[in-house]
C-alpha cells in the first residue's frame, strides 16, 4: 500500500485482515438468509402460513403467493401502464419539476436575504426560513389544502370561490419546505468563498449587488451543487406525500394497482425502480453541471495579452508577455557591450 492511500487510516495487520474476512463473510451469510425469509414469506398464501417457513414445499412458487407469474402478468398489458403507470409518473415528475425550480427561486432570494445589511429585510427573511423549516411537510400540504375551507366558514365566503387543487397543495407544500431547506445551503455557500473576492470586486468599484450575482453566487453554487442536488432528490421522493390530499401520484397510482390485483411486492418493486432511474438521471444532470461549470473556470482563468493571444507562462510562473512588457530595454555602447551607468 502507497504511503497516499495509507494516510487517513492504519494498513489492516495479519490479524485485522482475518477479521475483515469473517466479517464479510458473515455480512453476506446475514444478508442471504434475510433475503431467504423475505421469499418464502411473501410466497406463501395466509391459508399455509401455520406450516414451518424453512421446508422443501414451501420453496417452489406458489400459484398464489407474491412471486407468482401472474401477479407480474399485470405490467405486461397496456391498459396498466395508461391508467396507472404513466399519469402517475405525470403527475409526480410535474410536481416534483415545478417545486424544484420555486424551492431553488425561494431558497436563493431567502438566503440573501438573510445575508442583507438592512435588519428590516435580514430578520423577516430569517422568520420565514426557521418557520417553514420546522413545520412538518405532511403539514405544510394539508394546511394549503384547508386553510381556503377555513376562510370560507370563518369570513362566510361561498364555498367554491376559490379551491386548492391537490397539485397546488403538494406543490406549495414542496416548494416551502425545500425552499427554506436550501435557504441555508446557499447561505452556507455564500459565506463559504473567501472574503478577499468580494472584497476584491468591491476594490475595482463593483457594487455590493454586482459582487453578490457576479462572484459570490456562481461559486457558491457550484461548490454546493452536491448539497442542492440531494435536497432536490428528498423534494422528488417527498412527492409522494401527496397521498393526504389525495394527489394521484405514482406511488399512489402503485397502491392503487397494488389493491386492485393483489401483487403488492412486484408493484412496489417496480415502483422503487422507476423512482431510482429518476434520481439516477437527476444526479447524472448535476455531475454534467458541475463539469461544465469547471470547464468554464478553467477556460476564463487563462491570461490573455492585450490584443487577445493567449499568454504563455514560463517556469517561475510568470506570464511571458508581462515580464517582457516590464523588462526595461538595453541600451547597447560603442563596443557592443550593455552600456554602465
Known sequence: MSAQNSVLFDAPGPRARQRNIVYTVFTVLLAVVGLAVLYLGFNRTLADREGPLFSAATWAVNPDGQWAAEKWEPFLRPDTWTGYVIPGLQNTLTAALTASVLAVLFGLVFGIGRMSERWWIRVPAGAVVEFFRGIPLLMLIFFTMALPIVAWQAFDIPTGTFQVTALAAVVTGLTLYNGSVLAEVFRAG????????????????????????????????????????????????????????????????????????????????????????????????????????????????????????????????????????????????????????
Not at 476594490?203 to 461559486?219: D, E, H, K, N, S
Not at 409522494?240 to 397494488?258: D, K, M, N, Q
Request: overall charge positive; aromatic content about 4%.
Open 190 to 341: 455564500i459565506l463559504a468563498v473567501p472574503k478577499g473576492q468580494a472584497e476584491a470586486a468591491q476594490a475595482v468599484g463593483m457594487t455590493r449587488t454586482q459582487t453578490m450575482w457576479q462572484i459570490l453566487i456562481p461559486q457558491a453554487i457550484t461548490a454546493m451543487m452536491p448539497a442542492i442536488v440531494a435536497q432536490l432528490v428528498v423534494l422528488l421522493k417527498d412527492s409522494a406525500l401527496g397521498y393526504i390530499v389525495a394527489f394521484p401520484e405514482l406511488l399512489r397510482s402503485f397502491t392503487l394497482l397494488a389493491t386492485r390485483e393483489s401483487n403488492v411486492i412486484p408493484a412496489a418493486i417496480i415502483c422503487a425502480v422507476i423512482y431510482i432511474v429518476i434520481n439516477l438521471a437527476l444526479s447524472r444532470v448535476a455531475i454534467w453541471l458541475e463539469r461544465r461549470n469547471a470547464r468554464r473556470g478553467r477556460s476564463s482563468a487563462r491570461p490573455t495579452a492585450v490584443g487577445g493571444a493567449p499568454v504563455g507562462v514560463d517556469a517561475t510562473g510568470t506570464a511571458d508577455g508581462a515580464a517582457a512588457a516590464e523588462a526595461p530595454p538595453e541600451e547597447p555602447d560603442g563596443g557592443g557591450g550593455r552600456k554602465q551607468p
